[in-house]
T-cell receptor, first 114, second 112 residues
């Protein structure tokens, strides 16, 4: 069985603060893909990143960075110097070897105040 | 290029009725997945289709069914609607089954 846990239900920060969103996953598959999506108030899920289980390199894209640690089954997401436009619900997701089944966490609502 | 398009945007039905939701994938994408998102929760996987065949099914009752057409568009059908079926229904398309999924804006279904 697959499971994705985002323990932080809501986070509130002040603009320019750094913030880390946690994601812990469970899977019996040896090959799998991890994703982060952003869901702004408009409702459409926006893809942010995909990482496969063989690639543990951290990734940085502008103000966003991701830390994948297979040893702790975690795939955390950090926003540096947060902005009001970063306010949204962020979802972590996993697709295992059985590509037909995707599992999402329950999301973390991030509020960035000016 | 057009993204994933879903219709209708909103829908109001009464208990016991049937509903059909439609999805057009991004051009060139052969895989379509359907998700149900209840307020305050993450998307729950319902179905995935690839090349017109069902590749995966989530933990949903048989009242939920889907199909994919030769042009890769897809329909999700829900029979005998229950109040608990009220949710945002999301469609996502990808080139292959394991690729990045791109989501549509969803259909918000309200069952009264």
């Amino acid at each position: 069985a697959q499971k994705v846990t985002q323990a932080q239900t809501e986070i509130s920060v002040v603009e320019k603060e750094d913030v880390t969103l946690d994601c812990v996953y469970e899977t019996r598959d040896t090959t799998y893909y991890l994703f982060w999506y952003k869901q702004p108030p408009s409702g459409e899920l926006v893809f942010l990143i995909r990482r496969n289980s063989f690639d543990e390199q951290n990734e940085i894209s502008g103000r966003y960075s991701w830390n994948f640690q297979k040893s702790t089954s975690s795939f955390n997401f950090t926003i540096t110097a947060s902005q009001v436009v970063d306010s949204a619900v962020y979802f972590c997701a996993l697709i295992g070897t059985n590509a037909g089944k995707s599992t999402f966490g329950d999301g973390t609502t991030l509020t960035v105040k000016p | 290029d057009a993204g994933v398009t879903q219709s209708p945007t909103h829908l109001i039905k009464t208990r016991g009725q049937q509903v059909t939701l439609r999805c057009s994938p991004i051009s060139g994408h052969k895989s379509v997945s359907w998700y149900q998102q209840v307020l305050g929760q993450g998307p729950q996987f319902i179905f995935q289709y690839y090349e017109k065949e069902e590749r995966g099914r989530g933990n949903f009752p048989d009242r939920f069914s889907a199909r994919q057409f030769p042009n890769y568009s897809s329909e999700l059908n829900v029979n005998a609607l229950l109040l608990g079926d009220s949710a945002l229904y999301l469609c996502a398309s990808s080139v292959l089954a394991k690729n990045i999924q791109y989501f549509g804006a969803g259909t918000r279904l309200s069952v009264l």
